[in-house]
């Protein structure tokens, strides 16, 4: 009977200690995007950043990082962040959308004509990924 009671309340504390970590993460998700409206970048990168400490693998904080270095044109920076996205394999139209930006944006300000064309190919070829997912 003892065990049983232990049992449950490790349960109760680990839901407990689950509900306020989401909490925090939904809290510093607003946070960030307040931020992010305001493009006050450095702010908005470290609050996302919380996040990413707690749950590396979540995905809104991961969308908004791309999203800001998109924005300040630190391509290099967003594409590892889209490549992280893309291994999970979650079939995310945006994450296709977002290379297609990223690569179409990179040609347009590459000088050297070679790698101009390669970050067109690249951009056709997120464009198609992007056109063959559903949703």
Request: proline content about 1%.
């Amino acid at each position: 009977m003892l065990k049983k009671i232990t049992i449950i309340v490790i349960f109760v504390l680990s839901f407990g200690i689950v509900c306020a970590e989401n909490e925090f993460i939904k809290e510093y998700l607003e946070i960030g995007e307040m931020y992010l409206k305001a493009k006050d970048y450095s702010e908005a990168i470290n609050t996302y950043n919380v996040i990413l400490s707690y749950d590396p693998e979540n995905e809104e904080a991961n969308m908004k990082m791309v999203e800001i270095y998109m924005d300040i044109k630190a391509y290099d920076a967003a594409e590892a962040f889209l490549d992280k996205l893309k291994s999970k394999k979650t079939g995310n139209k945006k994450i296709e959308k977002y290379f297609g930006d990223m690569y179409l944006s990179k040609s347009e300000s590459e000088k050297n004509e070679e790698k101009k064309l390669e970050y067109k190919k690249m951009f056709y070829e997120a464009y198609e990924n992007y056109l063959s997912l559903d949703g």
